[in-house]
């Protein structure tokens, strides 16, 4: 990931940031690439879903790191 030319990464202290996706990306409702990460599960699950639909796993599932990426990149 460090090989992007575009990427962002932000810390937020209270571990809640996942629930400012909706508010970051133009459209929450877009079709887009959830890439989930996971050092015992490669190569990595790609699905597709929206950041709304993302967030909601998100609040579900322990803690882990995931990527939303534009379906057109």
Request: proline share 7%; glycine share 6%; charged share 20%.
């Amino acid at each position: 990931w460090e090989a992007f030319t575009q990427s962002e990464a932000v810390v937020f202290e209270n571990g809640m940031g996942y629930q400012r996706i909706p508010g970051l990306v133009p459209n929450p409702k877009e079709r887009c690439w959830f890439i989930v990460e996971s050092q015992q599960h490669e190569p990595y699950a790609v699905y597709e879903s929206s950041p709304d639909e993302a967030v909601s796993l998100i609040a579900e599932c322990f803690h882990f790191e995931y990527h939303l990426v534009a379906r057109g990149f």
